[in-house]
C-alpha cells in the first residue's frame, strides 16, 4: 500500500500572500491532482499533471499555480490569498492510465484546510 | 444544468436501515467513482464502474452510461457508515466532475 501526505494540515495567511501546499505520494503514480472543496460544493480541479514537469488546467486554475518537481511530489501556490477565504485543498494521485479501469482510480490525501485572515 | 447532480444533498438513518444514493448526469459518461468522505475530511475510493453494478460488502453501485445514472445502496446501516458521499465521472480522460456529495449520519 502507499500514502499521500499534504502539508501543512492548516495553513492561516494574510490577504495577498502568496501561499504554497505540498503533496508526497509513495504509490509510485504517474498522475497527481490538486481539488478545491468549498463547503456544501463537491470537488473542483484546480491543476492536474500526468507525468514529472507536466502541468495542466483545471476548471479552477485562475489565481493558483502548480509544480511537478519530480514524480512523487506536487506542489500548489495560491498566488495571492483572498481574504476571509476559506477551503481544504486535497491532493490526489492515479496511476493514470486512463483507459484501464484500475489505473484511473484515485487516492486521496487528508487535505490543507486554509484560512485567510 | 450541472454536469453531475447529485441527491439527496442530506440523508438520516437508522441502524440497520437500507437506503440509496443517486447521481444524474446531464451527460454520456464513461466511468463513475463513489468515494465516502470520513469524519478527519480523507476520501476513500468504495467504487470504480465503467459499467454494470458492483457489490463490496454492504454496498452495490450501479452505474447505467445510457440511461445517465449511478446509484450507491446501501444496506443495513451501520454508525461508521456516517460521513459525505461523493460520486465523480470521467468523460474527458483524467478530469473527474464531482457530485455535490450527500451527507449521512446514521444514528443508533
Known amino acids: 500500500g502507499g500514502i499521500i501526505t499534504q502539508t501543512p494540515k492548516f495553513l492561516i495567511g494574510q490577504e495577498g500572500q502568496k501561499l504554497t501546499l505540498k503533496c508526497q505520494q509513495n504509490?509510485?503514480?504517474?498522475?497527481m491532482y490538486w481539488y478545491r472543496q468549498d463547503s456544501g460544493k463537491g470537488l473542483r480541479l484546480i491543476y492536474y499533471?500526468?507525468?514529472?514537469?507536466?502541468?495542466q488546467k483545471g476548471d479552477l486554475s485562475e489565481g493558483y499555480d502548480a509544480s511537478r518537481e519530480k514524480k512523487s511530489s506536487f506542489s500548489l501556490t495560491v498566488t495571492s490569498a483572498q481574504k476571509n477565504e476559506m477551503a481544504v485543498f486535497l491532493c490526489?494521485?492515479?496511476?493514470?492510465?486512463?483507459?484501464?479501469?484500475?489505473?484511473?482510480?484515485?487516492?486521496f490525501g487528508s487535505g490543507t484546510r486554509l484560512t485567510v485572515l | 444544468g450541472m454536469p453531475v447532480e447529485q441527491n439527496p444533498p442530506a440523508l438520516s438513518l437508522y441502524e440497520g436501515a437500507d437506503s440509496g444514493l443517486r447521481c444524474n448526469f446531464s451527460?454520456?459518461?464513461?466511468?463513475v467513482q463513489w468515494f465516502q468522505q470520513n469524519h478527519r475530511g480523507r476520501l476513500i475510493t468504495l467504487f470504480y464502474l465503467a459499467q454494470g453494478t458492483k457489490e463490496n460488502g454492504r454496498l452495490k453501485s450501479t452505474f447505467n452510461s445510457k440511461e445517465r445514472y449511478s446509484t450507491l445502496h446501501i444496506k443495513d446501516a451501520q454508525l461508521e457508515d456516517s460521513g459525505t458521499y461523493f460520486c465523480a465521472a470521467e468523460n474527458m480522460g483524467y478530469k473527474l466532475t464531482f457530485g455535490t456529495g450527500t451527507s449521512l449520519l446514521v444514528d443508533p
Open positions: 490526489a494521485s492515479s496511476m493514470g492510465d486512463w483507459g484501464t479501469p484500475s489505473a484511473e482510480t484515485l487516492y
Open positions: 499533471s500526468i507525468t514529472e514537469n507536466d502541468l
Open positions: 504509490f509510485n503514480h504517474d498522475t
Open positions: 451527460t454520456t459518461m464513461k466511468s
